[in-house]
């Protein structure tokens, strides 16, 4: 994956990060929720730049064997004050990353424990990281906008006023951190992340996981049946350039940071654009659609994501656009459905692929 390329390029021990970030110590991370789709890779990453035994996996899913064996991994419930505080002293936790949540299509279903989770958790992790010093990322999504966001781009500061209880408690941790940064000078950041695209972990439940699912029907079955309309618009990202970003946007000094919540994004594409991608490799694959109720939610969030102020303040820039998106799932998952089904007629061989790609 790209992503190890990235660390070990840049392999750097913990100690670069102590003179960067003018740290007297060796840094230590949690990464609560980390059992997720993003959580496993970060974990992967950070490891690899800051050391094994610096970087705390926690969650309350209980982890394979395959996580243990790679580091620490700590049971927290971020509902659960007095153990995340105890956590944090015992391990000398320097920074927390807070993942954990219920993603859009989840939290519609279950309001009463998104908003345990996605709100009352993010006042525990905020609490504990200003009493004891510890700096914060949380990310927030493109569903923090609504319907009278501009949607085409959509920029880094405008109107919000999201319509799903994912979006409201996103707008809500990216105001309460910025509260806390000049409050209390929390060193509190965020980015705001499109659909995630990744080819080794499932998705969570949101409204952007069709851009996932493609794939594996698409190479399992040769077909997809979308849930969204063939000319729903989103920003999506690799999951590469996403964990890309948000080292790279850790490691920046605080003070080189004008503001706390930053857009990043990968490329824009519809499901009939991505198809289209796919069938340059599959070129029997067909798509049907047959929208659900998580259109209302994609029609009400940004087409295209301007993240121009990160590009400015800390030199963001993608890697990855739709063609290499969809290279890569495809090459990535191609392996996984070979072994279990053997390769299907019109499923080309990896070195079809490639040459393809
Ligand atoms: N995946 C995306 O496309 C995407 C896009 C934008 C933003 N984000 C944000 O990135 C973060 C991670 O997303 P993800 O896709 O990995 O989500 P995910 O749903 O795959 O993982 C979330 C994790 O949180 C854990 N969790 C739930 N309740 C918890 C609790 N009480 N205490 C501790 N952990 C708990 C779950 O067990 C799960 O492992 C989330 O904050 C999400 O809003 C994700």
Redesign the pocket.
Known sequence: MEYFNFASCHAISSCWLQNRVGLKYVTSFIL??S?????SGLARLFRMRYGKDNVFMS???KPTRDITSKGPYIF????DYKCLQKIIVTHRIDWIVH?????SAVAEANVALAMR?NIE?THNVMELANQYGLRVF?????GAFGPESPRNPTPNITIQRPKTIYGVS?VHTELLGEYYNHKYGLDFRCLR????LSSDTH????T?DYAIQIFHDALKEGRYTCYLGPNTRLPMMHIDDCLRSVVEFMEREPESLPVRTYNVAGASFTPDELAAEIRKTIPHFEINYRPDHRQAIADSWPEVLDDSAARNDWSWRPEYNTKRMASSMLNDLRPVYQQSHGIESDVMTKQQLTVAA
């Open positions: 609560a929720g059992l997720g789709q993003l959580g969650d309350i899913r927290a419930d971020v509902l993942f954990s949540a219920l993603l989770v958790g949380i990310p927030s999504t493109i996103k992340f499109p659909g995630v998705p969570g439940g949101g952007t």
